[in-house]
């Protein structure tokens, strides 16, 4: 019946992978979503939350909001910019810096299983299509 809908087969295969990135990020507290930011701040900071926003394809508010669990959790910190007082940039906090590792590695891990299953090849090409689609939408 949906074999040609392109949402009802991307949104079935969001929800099996979530459920994949859940376990891998459930031993640190967070969210794929949240783990995912933390990641970028951790490896690009430091940043505002418009471009955290722009790298995560999310709208602000969602950042927003995934920053504000994070810095709750004690993994960011946010500083007022020296170039505008009314932005704030984001920084890691030593804690997420003591998980850096173990976040890459169970991130990794679940990309390793998924290549497993698919093979590397189909695996990297369905990224690859999915990338270009998401541009070509935007």
């Known amino acids: 019946m949906f074999e040609q809908c392109l949402y009802f087969n991307t949104t079935s295969l969001a929800r099996q992978v979530e459920r994949q990135w859940t376990q ?23 940043l505002l939350a418009r471009e955290i926003s722009a790298e995560l394809n999310i709208s602000r508010p969602t950042a927003t909001r995934g920053l504000d669990h994070l810095e709750r959790m004690g993994y960011i910190k946010r500083v007022i910019s020296d170039k505008d007082a009314r932005e704030q940039e984001i920084y890691p906090t030593a804690s997420s810096l003591e998980i850096k590792a173990d976040l890459n590695t169970a991130s990794g891990d679940v990309t390793k299983r998924m290549k497993k299953l698919l093979g590397t090849s189909e695996f990297e090409s369905v990224v690859t299509q999915m990338r270009s689609i998401t541009a070509a939408l935007k």
Do not use: C, N, Y
Not at 29 to 43: E, I, K, N, W, Y
């Open 24 to 46: 891998a990020f459930k031993p640190f507290g967070l969210t794929p979503s949240q783990a995912f930011m933390l990641r970028v701040v951790l490896d690009k900071a430091p």
